[in-house]
């Protein structure tokens, strides 16, 4: 039987060995006298970025723009590349992204919304 968790990771495209060896590396992290590292729960979402400059252009405009409205974005995962080609060059460069942001604990979100 499956359980939620692992569907849900299957969902996202998270992979659960990739889950666990995390957790794993906070636990070591924490028994080797290492800060406390808080248990957090992500949300994970595509994005698609565009650009006609370069792939790393792409990147940095789509983390910027979704900064704009998802609050505690962590991380990034390059999930796929395209472009068109225009006369024989490089037209438009897509990227697609999977993006991480945290959810924030209640602390946070009164602090975010008072600030």
């Given at each position: 039987?499956?359980?939620?968790?692992?569907l849900r990771g299957r969902e996202y495209g998270v992979d659960r060995r990739q889950v666990e060896a995390q957790t794993e590396h906070q636990h070591c992290h924490?028994?080797?006298?290492?800060?406390h590292i808080p248990d957090k729960t992500y949300v994970i979402t595509e994005i698609v970025g565009t650009s006609e400059q370069s792939i790393s252009a792409v990147v940095s405009n789509a983390i910027e723009q979704s900064n704009k409205?998802?609050?505690?974005?962590?991380?990034?995962?390059?999930?796929a590349l395209r472009g068109t080609v225009v006369g024989g060059t490089v037209g438009e460069?897509?990227?697609t992204?999977?993006?991480?942001?945290?959810?924030?604990s209640d602390e946070e979100m009164k602090a975010w919304l008072e600030g």
């Open positions: 039987m499956v359980d939620r968790g692992e924490n028994r080797k006298g290492g800060r409205t998802l609050k505690a974005l962590n991380w990034f995962e390059v999930k460069y897509q990227v992204l999977d993006v991480g942001f945290r959810y924030l």
